[in-house]
């Protein structure tokens, strides 16, 4: 823009509250950064150095990291198959938890040894046995 043959520079100035709205419909999770800088008409930077500079959870020095939809999804799948396979451990130690105790109820009460002996000579199977 010139006027009377100068250069005049076209620089913005926004508020404090504008700056806080942005950073708080970011953390929101909203909108991306990249996001608020095209609704807005801004520069991501501007976005970045506000979300530094007013949150509460991004600090200068900790990158933050936008995911797209469908990484996001893919993390939320990831994470729900984690819980699954947890859950499932979960219920195959209880299962271990309670046959070990019913192996020791049978020994302990029954007098029947259900552990395997490791001490015992295992057929080869590869002889016949004679039939009587």
Known sequence: MRTQGKIISTHRVYSQEFKREIVEAFESGKYSVCQLARLYGML??????WVYKFSNFNKKGVRIV???????DKLKALEQKVKELEQSVGQKQIMIDYLEKMMEIAKRDLHIDIKKNYG?????????????
């Open 44 to 49: 991501p930077q501007n976005v970045y150095r």
């Open 66 to 72: 936008e995911m797209k939809s469908s990484q996001t």
């Open 120 to 132: 015992i000579q295992q057929s080869t199977g590869s002889v016949k046995t004679k039939q009587k």
